[in-house]
Antibody, heavy 127, light 109 residues
Framework: QVTLRESGPALVIPTQTLTLTCTFS??????????VGWIRQPPGKALEWLAR???????YFSASLQTRLSISKDTPKNQVVLTMANMDPVDTATYFC???????????????????WGKGTTVIVSS | SYELTQPPSVSVSPGQTARITCSGD??????AYWYQQKSGQAPVLVIY???RRPSGTPERFSGSSSGTMATLTISGAQVEDEADYYC????????????FGGGTKLTVL
């Protein structure tokens, strides 16, 4: 059974850096085709894709947030860490950790998609 | 930046067919995926690679894609299908950057 659990601070002061940890079980990030990513959802708003790290250490970031984001993995510990710098009240959201798996190749492109989600952790940015 | 466009809301009576659309310029070259999110819960994958159902997704859920539009169809919608639905795909120019649609609130009453 695949599970993911997010952990981190519930409250962040504006301008501080947010550090979130995803601890997962039921799969390994050393397996070809496996990835872990982060999605967020502000209250009452849509999902927003943030970042992804792959089994081969490739990293991908949201174009609008890439200057503020970093992602890393600790494969033996089954953990992925997301950091977001210079937090602002608009970053208040529920942050989800997700597993991505490689699906079928189509149009010369390997597609990856989220098949399992963590329950999410709520982060409030306020002074 | 790349965008996927969904209608904000769709409303049907129980037993009717609900159709939720998702438009995006890259959809002719990229798969569409659909996620269901019930109030206060994490999203759940209901359709992947345009039209494939994960195990556990009821057969009344189906997906299709043609040109720049993908469609999620719920044939004989049930009250328990009331939720927010998000389409997801990949930016054609951004490598593997993911993109979500704005979400569609499905009301079944």
């Amino acid at each position: 059974q695949v599970t993911l659990r997010e952990s981190g601070p519930a409250l962040v002061i504006p301008t501080q850096t947010l550090t979130l940890t995803c601890t997962f079980s039921g799969f390994s990030l050393s397996t070809n085709g496996m990835c872990v990513g982060w999605i967020r959802q502000p209250p009452g708003k849509a999902l927003e894709w943030l970042a992804r790290i792959d089994w081969d250490d490739d990293e991908y970031f949201s174009a609008s947030l890439q200057t503020r984001l970093s992602i890393s993995k600790d494969t033996p510990k089954n953990q992925v860490v997301l950091t977001m710098a210079n937090m602002d009240p608009v970053d208040t959201a529920t942050y989800f950790c997700v597993r991505l798996v490689r699906g079928r190749r189509y149009n010369d492109f390997n597609h990856y998609y989220m098949d399992v989600w963590g329950k999410g952790t709520t982060v409030i940015v306020s002074s | 930046s790349y965008e996927l466009t969904q209608p904000p809301s769709v409303s049907v009576s129980p037993g009717q067919t609900a159709r939720i659309t998702c438009s995006g310029d890259a959809l002719p070259k990229r798969y569409a995926y659909w996620y269901q999110q019930k109030s206060g819960q994490a999203p759940v994958l209901v359709i992947y690679e345009d039209n494939r159902r994960p195990s556990g997704t009821p057969e009344r859920f189906s997906g299709s894609s043609s040109g720049t539009m993908a469609t999620l169809t719920i044939s004989g919608a049930q009250v328990e299908d009331e939720a927010d639905y998000y389409c997801y795909s990949t930016d054609i120019s951004g490598g593997h950057r993911g993109v979500f649609g704005g979400g569609t609130k499905l009301t079944v009453l």
